[in-house]
């Protein structure tokens, strides 16, 4: 079966940077395009990037533009998502997601999720 594990958070004070990276196993990764979504506390999931199979098309959220990278390897299997210039804003967990080359700003989409990786800004 298709599984995906994050890996790459932590704490961070604002202004500074993560990568994230996401490593897909059991499945064909280039079948899939990918995204990142994340989920602060008491908020629903919310969509952050996504990538198409070959990487000719990003997909970011306005409150990301300029500051995040979504990029992938598809002869490692993985997906990334560069963060620089983090806000406190940006505490959540991050998942990443593989399915959908349309409808990708939509959670419910998507067909494999990995269980996250927690993100702290600290102010």
């Known amino acids: 079966q298709v599984q995906l594990v994050e890996s790459g958070g932590g704490l961070v004070q604002a202004g500074g940077s993560l990568r994230l990276s996401c490593a897909v196993s059991g499945g064909t990764f280039s079948n899939y395009g990918m995204g990142w979504f994340r989920q602060a506390p008491g908020k629903e999931r919310e969509f952050v990037a996504h990538?198409?199979?070959?990487?000719?098309?990003?997909t970011y959220a306005d409150s990301v533009k300029g500051r995040f990278t979504i990029s992938r390897d598809n002869a490692k299997n993985t997906v990334y998502l560069q963060m620089n210039s983090l806000k406190p804003e940006d505490t959540a967990v991050y998942y990443c997601a593989a399915g959908p080359k349309t409808q990708y700003l939509r959670p419910a989409a998507y067909f494999f999720w990995g269980q996250g990786t927690q993100v702290t800004v600290s102010s």
């Open positions: 990538i198409s199979w070959n990487s000719v098309t990003t």
